[in-house]
């Protein structure tokens, strides 16, 4: 599977629901994996609502799966993908996940700052169903359309360099007159 088709809740389900009996990992970094012993501490359904710099606005939903781990390890084997399931059906009781809402998982422990991440792949290796996760990148919408900033009537580009400014023009002073000191406020100094 590759990222696109992780991309949507639904899609994320549907690899979980396909494995029900391997053991869920998660690799975070090459070579760094999430504490065997970690839960899943909750489900967020996140709406966002933005506006762009174009002016334009934007709405998705994000569903957050949020990994946690112990102080002490309490467990020397991941979760079985079921038992993740069961927490995910837990959730559905209460919380409708919309099918379409972007995955994103969020971890961080005491050498990885927490952030959200996308489950970029699953691969299957041997018993283990492991999601490698993917950082997630900040983007301008409006770059792709071409817009410009706002009610601007400019033309400039919402995500073009900006123009250097000159330099500011020192002012120069002749002091070929002046004291051999300076006092303040005169404009020598």
Not at 151 to 180: F, H, Y
Request: with cysteine.
């Amino acid at each position: 599977m590759n990222t696109t088709e992780l991309t949507n809740w639904q899609a994320f389900k549907a690899a979980l629901e396909q494995n029900p009996e391997l053991t869920l990992q998660f690799q975070y970094a090459k070579g760094k994996w999430v504490d065997p012993s970690y839960h899943i501490t909750e489900i967020k359904q996140a709406p966002i609502v933005s506006v762009d710099c174009g002016g334009k606005m934007n709405t998705w939903t994000e569903i957050i799966v949020q990994l946690w781990e112990p102080a002490v390890q309490d467990s020397e084997r991941a979760m079985q993908v079921s038992k993740a399931l069961s927490i995910v059906q837990l959730v559905e009781k209460s919380l409708p996940l919309n099918p379409l809402g972007t995955v994103k998982i969020e971890f961080g422990n005491s050498q990885f700052d927490t952030r959200q991440m996308y489950p970029g792949e699953f691969l299957i290796e041997g018993d283990n169903l492991i999601v490698n996760l993917v950082p997630d990148f900040t983007q301008c919408k409006a770059i792709t359309r071409g817009g410009t900033c706002g009610t601007t009537d400019s033309g400039e580009e919402c995500c073009a360099p900006a123009v250097k400014n000159e330099k500011p023009k020192l002012q120069m002073l002749n002091l070929a007159g002046a004291a051999q000191s300076c006092e303040p406020g005169s404009g020598c100094c």
